[in-house]
C-alpha cells in the first residue's frame, strides 16, 4: 500500500489524526487523490490507515490504527459504533447528529436526523467517493424515508469536491414539522437555509428560558428563531429577532406562528442594528455564523465580535443578561471569554459569569483533536453600579 511516513514530534504522536503537508517527511508508493495510505513513522513504524488528498492543506487524516479498507462494511460497523453510542446519553435519537466527523472515525461525514429523514455531508474525496456505501449502510442501520445529500459547504473546494444538494435515497421529502423540546420548528432539508434547526444549539435554547419570564428580549442573528421561541414561549414581555437574511425572518415568523407565539421578526443588519438601537433589552441573545473559518482572519472576526458585544452591552439593562456564542473552532473558548470582558471594560459595565454552554452530546469532542470542539458560548449577567 502506499503511503507516507511522517516527520518526528508531528501532532500525530500527540493523538491527532490529522497531517499536514509540512509533517511529511516522505511519500511513497504514488499515492493518488482519494486513496486510502498507510501511515509511518520515521523509524518506518505503522501508525496506521488514512484518507489521502495531496490538494487539501490536511494531506492524509488517519481512519485507523490498522490496516483498513473503505467498504461497505467498514462504514456499517463505524455508523453503528456511532449510533450506539449516542444512545444512553437520552438525546431524542431522531432529532441528533448521527455522525459527526473526525469524533466519529469517519473524516469528512456528517449526518443529521430529522424525524425520517437524514441529512448527509460528504466533506473530504475519499468519503464523497464511498457515497453509495455509505448511503447503503445508513439505509441498512436507520431505514430514512430519504437521504438528502448537502454538499454546500465552502470547505469542499479545498478537497475537489462539487458543491451539490441532491436527493441520494427516497422521495424528496416537502417542508414538515419536528418537535424540538416542545417547540415546533418546520424544516425544508433540500430548499432551505441549511436544514432551519441548528441541532448543536437546542440544549442552549432551552437554557436560556429561565431568564427571559415577563422580560424584553433580543435574538441577534435569529437564523430561524431559535432562542426567541424559547423565549416566547417562556413567558418573555416582548421578543424582537433580527437576521439579515429575508429567508430567516420569513421562517422565524411562520416557526412563531405554528408555536402561536408573538415574535418581532426584523430583516436588518445585526451590527446596524445594534448600532443605532435605542430601546433597552433584559435578555440579548448573540449567536452569529461563523467570522472566520481560517487563522488569517482571526484577528479580524475578534473585533467582529468585540463590536456587537460592547454595542449589547450599551442596551442591557440593569441587571440584566447576555448569551453569546461562537461556532468557529479556530476562535478559543479563553479567547472568547477574553473578548467579552475587553468589551465589557469599554464599555464601563461588570459582567459576571452564570453559565458555560457546548455543543450538544452528538456532537462529540475528542480532547486530542481541538478542532471537534467548535461551539462555545456564555451567559452573562451586569451586575450592580459600582
Known sequence: MAGIIVKPRSRIFH??????????????????????????????RPLGSAIYNPSSQIVARRISRRKQKLELEFFQRRIAQAIAMREPT???????????????ALPGVVVDRYGDHLILQTLTLAMY????????????????????LRNDSPMLKAEGIPEEVKLVHGEKPKPFEVNADGTLYEVDLIDGQKTGLYL??????????????????????????????????AGAAEVTAVDIS????????????????????????????LKSCEDQYDVIILDPPSF????????????GYKEIHLRSLKILEKDGFLSTYCCSHHASRQLFLDNVVSASVDAKRTVRLV????????????????????????TFQLTPSR
Not at 416557526?255 to 421578526?265: E, P, R
Not at 453559565?355 to 456564555?378: C, M, S, V, W
Request: charged share 30%.
Open 129 to 148: 467517493r464511498c457515497l453509495d456505501e455509505i448511503v447503503k449502510a445508513l439505509v441498512e442501520l436507520v431505514e430514512p424515508a430519504s437521504i438528502i
Open 246 to 273: 429575508e429567508s430567516a425572518v420569513a421562517a422565524t415568523q411562520r416557526n412563531a406562528d405554528i408555536n402561536g407565539v408573538q415574535i418581532n421578526a426584523l430583516k436588518h443588519n445585526a451590527f446596524d442594528f
Open 200 to 233: 448543536d444549539q437546542l440544549e442552549a435554547h432551552q437554557s436560556i428560558k429561565k431568564y427571559v419570564e415577563g422580560k424584553r428580549v433580543l435574538d441577534v442573528f435569529c437564523n430561524q428563531g431559535g432562542f426567541a421561541l424559547a423565549a416566547a414561549k
Open 15 to 44: 493523538g491527532h489524526d490529522w497531517v499536514y503537508a509540512s509533517e511529511i517527511k516522505k511519500t511513497f508508493g504514488n499515492p493518488e487523490a482519494g486513496d486510502v495510505i498507510s501511515l509511518k513513522d520515521y523509524r518506518d
Open 355 to 378: 453559565e458555560n454552554h457546548h455543543q450538544r452530546l452528538d456532537h462529540p469532542i475528542l480532547p486530542a483533536i481541538p478542532e471537534t470542539e467548535y461551539l462555545k458560548g456564555f
Open 90 to 104: 437520552g438525546i431524542d435519537m431522531r432529532l441528533c447528529r448521527l455522525v459527526w466527523s473526525e469524533s466519529d
Open 292 to 303: 472566520t473559518r481560517n487563522k488569517k482572519t482571526l484577528n479580524d472576526a475578534m473585533r
